[in-house]
C-alpha cells in the first residue's frame, strides 16, 4: 500500500513539473507576436514628441509622414551607400539619419537564399530602428530630421573611405558630420561646428537611436533583451520596454554607453572618451523607443570649432569583436552579453568551446569535446564519490540495525548515527559534491550556448541549426504528418536520447533506501525529457553526451570497487526476493 501511495504521489509530483513549466513559461514568458508586415500596423510616424521637462525633449525628429514600406522608404531619397567588410547599406541625407543597416554575415534562416539581418530600418517601416546626430540650443537655427544636408566628401562610405556631410544654417554656423566605419559593425560619427557669427553660441551635442519593440526577442528571465547600459556602477540589465513605457522617460544619469539589446543583435551608441554625457531611455508610444546621448553645453565664441566624436555599434554581439572594442577603450562592453551570475565559469567554457571550434570545424563536436574535458577535470571528484558509496554500503548493516533498535526514538537514532559515520570515518554528504559542484557548470554553460551567436546556425549531423529546438519531433513522425505539436509535447530523437541515458545512469547507480525516492529516479528522466526537449539541441547534445561519459566512469569504477559493485547485486536480490514475498502473501 505505502509504495503504491508513494507511486501515485511521485507520478503526481512529475505531472505537475512538467505540466506546470510549460504553463509558467506560456504565461510570464509567451512566445513573441510575429512583427508587423506593413507599416499600416505600426502606424509611427517619424517626428514623434519627446517627454518635455530635459534636454531631450529639444531633440527633433522631424514631422514627415512614414514611408509605406522599406522599398518606397529606401528609394525616397539619394542615399549614401555603405559598403563595409561585414555591413552594408546607406545613410540617409535627409536628417543624416543612419537607418539602412544589413549585415553580411549573418542570415535571417539557415536557407541558402534567405535574407541578410537586417539591423537599422527607416522611420515609419516595419522594422523601424535608425539613429541621428544633432545639437540641442537656443537661439540658433539647428539641423533636424527634414534637414537636407549636403554630400562634400566622399561617394560611398566604406573602411576605407569615410564621407562628410555639411549644412549651414545661414546665421553663420557651419554643422558637420563625418562617417567613417570599421571592419566589423561599428560607424565613428564626428559631429562638428563653426561659430561664424557674431556673437557666442551655447550647444549640446547628441544623438539617439529610435527603435520599435515589436520585433525585439523577449526578455526572459535568464536572458535580457531591450534597453542596456554602462553607467559608473556597471553595465545596467534592469529596464525593460514595458517599464519605460510605464515611466516615459527612464534617467540613467552619466554613461560611457546605452541603447537596445537582443540575444544575439544590438545597436549602441558610444559617447567620446573623457566627455561627459547623460543617457535616457524613453517611450515614444506605439511601440516605439529611443535610447537618448546627450553631452553636456559647450559655449562656442566667434570663430571657434568643437566636435565630438560619438560612434555607433550596429551589428552582433560576437564575443570576439566586443573585446577588441573593450580593449581599444570601450570600457566593459564585453560585458554586454549578459553572463550572468556564474559569468566566471561561463567565459572560460566560452573559451575553450570556441578553440575547440576551430579545431574540429564543427560546433557539434566542439560541444563534445568540452564534455570529455569537463568530465575529465572532475574525475577525481567523481573517484571520491564512488569511495563514498562504497563506505556507506559498508556500514549499511550497522545502520540497519540502530534504525531497528532505535525506531521510536529519533534523536538517539540521529547521535548514533553521526557516532557511528565517525567511527567508521564515513561522510555522508561526500557522495553529493559532484552534484554541487556540476550545477554552476551545466548553468553557465547552458548560457553560453543560449547566448553565444557563434553556435547560430550551426549544423550537426541532421541538426541544421544548434541553437534552435530539435528539429525531429516524434510525434509527427518527423515532419511527416502536418501538424505541429504543443511545446512541451515536441519530443526529439536528442530528448529521447537524453532520457534514455538518464535511466540507465539511474539504474547503475546504488539504489535509494527510501521507496519513494526510487520511484522519483525512475519517472525523472522521462519527465526530464519532456522538460528539455524545447531547449536548444546544442544544450541537449552536452547533456546527452555527459550522460554516456558518465556511464563509462561509472562503470570504469565500479572495476575498480568491486565490494560496491557486489553490494548492489547482493541488495537488488534482496529487494527482489522481498517484492516476490510480498506478492505471493497477497496471492
Not at 309 to 327: H, I, P
Request: glycine residues 6%.
Amino acid at each position: 500500500m505505502d509504495n503504491q501511495r508513494n507511486l501515485i504521489i511521485a507520478v503526481l509530483l512529475s505531472a505537475a513539473l512538467l505540466f506546470g513549466w510549460d504553463l509558467a513559461m506560456r504565461t510570464y514568458y509567451p512566445e513573441p507576436e510575429a512583427p508587423p508586415t506593413s507599416a499600416a500596423t505600426s502606424e509611427v510616424a517619424a517626428g514623434e514628441t519627446a517627454p518635455s521637462g530635459d534636454a531631450g525633449a529639444a531633440i527633433a525628429e522631424g514631422g514627415e509622414s512614414a514611408p509605406a514600406d522599406l522599398a518606397t522608404a529606401l528609394a525616397s531619397a539619394e542615399r549614401i551607400v555603405i559598403d563595409a567588410p561585414e555591413v552594408h547599406g546607406s545613410i540617409n541625407p535627409v536628417g543624416a539619419r543612419v537607418d539602412d543597416i544589413d549585415l553580411k554575415t549573418h542570415r535571417r534562416t539557415v536557407a541558402a537564399d534567405s535574407d541578410n539581418i537586417r539591423m537599422l530600418s527607416p522611420a515609419g517601416t516595419p522594422e523601424q530602428h535608425f539613429a541621428q546626430f544633432g545639437w540641442i540650443g537656443e537661439g540658433v537655427a539647428l539641423p533636424d530630421a527634414d534637414t537636407v544636408w549636403e554630400l562634400v566628401d566622399g561617394e560611398q562610405l566604406t573602411q576605407e573611405t569615410p564621407v562628410t556631410l555639411r549644412w549651414a544654417n545661414g546665421q553663420g554656423q557651419l554643422f558637420q558630420l563625418r562617417f567613417a566605419i570599421d571592419e566589423h559593425y561599428m560607424i565613428t560619427v564626428t559631429q562638428s561646428v563653426r561659430n561664424g557669427g557674431e556673437g557666442s553660441v551655447a550647444l549640446s551635442p547628441y544623438a539617439f537611436i529610435n527603435r520599435t519593440s515589436a520585433n525585439a526577442d523577449p526578455s526572459t528571465f535568464n536572458v535580457h533583451a531591450g534597453p542596456i547600459s554602462k553607467t559608473e556602477e556597471g553595465v545596467n540589465f534592469d529596464w525593460e520596454y514595458s517599464e519605460v513605457g510605464e515611466e516615459g522617460a527612464a534617467e540613467m544619469g552619466a554613461v560611457d554607453w546605452l541603447g537596445f539589446t537582443d540575444i544575439y543583435w544590438m545597436s549602441t551608441l558610444i559617447a567620446e572618451n573623457g566627455q561627459a554625457a547623460s543617457g535616457t531611455f524613453r517611450s515614444s508610444g506605439a511601440e516605439t523607443y529611443r535610447a537618448d546621448l546627450i553631452y553636456d553645453p559647450v559655449t562656442l565664441a566667434p570663430g571657434e570649432t568643437v566636435s565630438r566624436n560619438t560612434r555607433l555599434f550596429a551589428g552582433a554581439k560576437e564575443s570576439a569583436v566586443l573585446d577588441q572594442y573593450e580593449a581599444e577603450g570601450v570600457e566593459r562592453f564585453g560585458l554586454a552579453i549578459d553572463w550572468g551570475w556564474f559569468r566566471w565559469i561561463a567565459w572560460p567554457l566560452w573559451q575553450v568551446l570556441i578553440f575547440l571550434f576551430g579545431v574540429f570545424g564543427n560546433f557539434g563536436v566542439a560541444i563534445i569535446g568540452l564534455t570529455v574535458i569537463i568530465r575529465l577535470l572532475l574525475f577525481p571528484v567523481a573517484q571520491k564519490q564512488f569511495t563514498s558509496m562504497a563506505q556507506m554500503r559498508a556500514v549499511q548493516p550497522k545502520m540497519k540495525a540502530l534504525q531497528e533498535r532505535y525506531k521510536d526514538d529519533k534523536a538517539e537514532l540521529q547521535q548514533q548515527m553521526a557516532k557511528l559515520y565517525k567511527e567508521e570515518k564515513v561522510n555522508p554528504l561526500a557522495g553529493c559534491l559532484p552534484i554541487f559542484i556540476q550545477i554552476p557548470i551545466f548553468f553557465a554553460l547552458y548560457k553560453v550556448l543560449l547566448l553565444a551567436i557563434e553556435m547560430r546556425h550551426q549544423p550537426f549531423t541532421y541538426i541544421k541549426d544548434l541553437s534552435s529546438q530539435d528539429p525531429a519531433t516524434i510525434l509527427n513522425l518527423f515532419g511527416l504528418l502536418d501538424f505541429t505539436p504543443p511545446s512541451f509535447l515536441a519530443i526529439g530523437v536528442l530528448a529521447v536520447l537524453l532520457g534514455v541515458t538518464m535511466w540507465l545512469q539511474f539504474k547503475l547507480n546504488p539504489a535509494a533506501m527510501d521507496p519513494m525516492q526510487q520511484q522519483i529516479f525512475m519517472i525523472m528522466p522521462w519527465v526530464l525529457m519532456f522538460v528539455m526537449a524545447p531547449f536548444a539541441a546544442g544544450l541537449l547534445l552536452y547533456w546527452i553526451s555527459n550522460n554516456v561519459l558518465t556511464l563509462a566512469q561509472q562503470k570504469y569504477l565500479y572495476a575498480r570497487n568491486p565490494q560496491l559493485k557486489a553490494a548492489m547485486l547482493k541488495e537488488k536480490e534482496e529487494k527482489e526476493r522481498a517484492a516476490a514475498r510480498e506478492q505471493a502473501e497477497k496471492a
